[in-house]
């Protein structure tokens, strides 16, 4: 039976693979046949996600990605040892609540740096001579917040809603080099990440987020299959968009 999804004979680095979606991910694409590459800085937490994977011939990487200068070189050895890849998946990230009387230029870079500059760095390295596969695909993970606003999030909206540009530009560019980018919205998961951000909030703000989605809050794997449909064959004429899965969030 036709699987259009089936990614056996792919090989997909997958950065913020310890948790939420990024582990997702790398199940679901392991799941389809995928081997996968698991980025991280916790080895305990990828080795985790590792048992959790399907088939064999996986690899984790212990990486911190703000050694952005290094990046291109390390990318180029792992597919020494792993052959060609045929995809990225973006998924690391942090989010911060700070009221703008509040933020300091340190944090605002380091939130750019972590969920913006990153990204652009591992798509340099992605598309190195010997790195990357033709056709190739590349998806970005962003936020609902990158394109609507919310209160005391202004530098991790910036940073999410930069990825979206970057998406479109990038799949322009590298359209000739027969290397597609897209990028992901998802709205509020139940992920780890939520579970810190509820910390910080009242229950009727948890109860108001809650409500803001028509469709209740999302799973990571809901995420990940739209992952999986852009980073595959089912994606071959889809570059440059942007995918909002987030429950009917933003269409508020």
């Keep these: 039976m036709l699987?259009?999804?089936?990614?056996?004979?792919?090989?997909v680095l997958i950065t913020g693979a310890s948790s939420g979606i990024g582990q997702r991910c790398s199940v679901l694409l392991s799941e389809l046949g995928a081997k996968v590459i698991l980025v991280g800085r916790n080895k305990e937490r990828l080795e985790q996600t590792s048992s959790l994977l399907?088939?064999?011939?996986?690899?984790?990487?212990?990486?911190?990605?703000?050694?952005?200068?290094?990046?291109?070189?390390?990318?180029?050895?792992?597919?020494?040892?792993?052959?060609?890849?045929?995809?990225?998946?973006?998924?690391?990230?942090?989010?911060?609540?700070?009221?703008?009387?509040?933020?300091?230029?340190?944090e605002l870079q380091n939130m750019m740096n972590i969920n913006f500059n990153v990204a652009v760095n591992l798509i340099k390295g992605f598309r190195q001579k010997n790195v990357c596969k033709y056709p190739s695909s590349i998806v970005l993970i962003s936020s609902v917040l990158g394109l609507v606003g919310q209160p005391g999030?202004?530098?991790?909206s910036a940073s999410k809603s930069a990825l979206i540009g970057l998406t479109k530009s990038l799949a322009l560019e590298l359209s000739s080099e027969k290397i597609r980018v897209n990028c992901v919205v998802p709205g509020y998961v139940k992920s780890e990440m939520f579970?810190?951000?509820?910390?910080?909030?009242?229950?009727?703000?948890?109860?108001?987020?809650?409500?803001f989605h028509p469709l209740?809050?999302?799973?990571?794997?809901?995420?990940?299959?739209?992952?999986?449909?852009?980073?595959?064959?089912?994606g071959k004429w889809i570059t440059g968009t942007t995918l909002v899965v987030d429950g009917g969030y933003t269409a508020h």
């Design 54 to 106: 399907k088939g064999s011939g996986h690899r984790i990487e212990i990486f911190d990605l703000l050694r952005m200068d290094e990046i291109t070189i390390w990318m180029k050895e792992i597919t020494k040892i792993t052959g060609l890849l045929n995809g990225l998946v973006h998924c690391a990230g942090v989010r911060k609540t700070i009221p703008l009387r509040f933020l300091q230029n340190n």
């Design 216 to 234: 209740g809050l999302g799973d990571p794997i809901d995420v990940a299959y739209a992952v999986a449909f852009l980073l595959g064959d089912t």
């Design 3 to 11: 699987n259009p999804m089936d990614m056996t004979g792919y090989n």
């Design 195 to 211: 579970e810190k951000h509820k910390e910080i909030l009242t229950p009727e703000q948890i109860s108001q987020i809650e409500s």
């Design 153 to 156: 999030v202004a530098a991790y």
